[in-house]
């Protein structure tokens, strides 16, 4: 079993609506994408796969860090294969990012392509 972050981590990341991510182990800038909580498990999905974006580059590379308030926590990245997971996030989506001009991107991240994106976020 994966290892997991903290209840208060978790905590933090429920309630934050962007999280500060930067995948692979080489240096660059932290970006800020969705991030929801499911079971106490954390997980994250890209609107893309751009050749140069986060989702790929976890690809190749599984380490990482976010950023949690002024911390920051090595990660690594899992993909999800479980369809019930993959059916919770989309709730979870829906229910945390629920503003008029969040819907688009929440449809969005149901459809296929990018439901198969779906990714967990365990600590390193």
Do not use: C
Not at 30 to 39: L, N, R, S, T, Y
Not at 90 to 113: E, M
């Amino acid at each position: 079993m994966a290892a997991r972050f903290a209840p208060s981590i978790v905590r933090a990341l429920a309630q934050g609506k962007i999280l500060g991510i930067r995948a692979g182990s080489q240096p660059h800038r932290f970006i800020g994408i969705w991030v929801v909580v499911v079971e106490g498990r954390v997980f994250v999905r890209s609107w893309d796969r751009k050749a140069k974006g986060w989702y790929r580059t976890f690809g190749e590379d599984r380490t990482g860090a976010i950023q949690v308030g002024k911390r920051e926590f090595r990660i690594r990245a899992i993909p999800t294969r479980s369809e019930r997971l993959k059916d919770l996030a989309d709730q979870a989506y829906r229910n945390k990012y629920n503003t008029p001009g969040s819907l688009k991107y929440v449809r969005g991240f149901a459809r296929p392509g990018r439901r198969d994106t779906t990714t967990e976020l365990v600590p390193a």
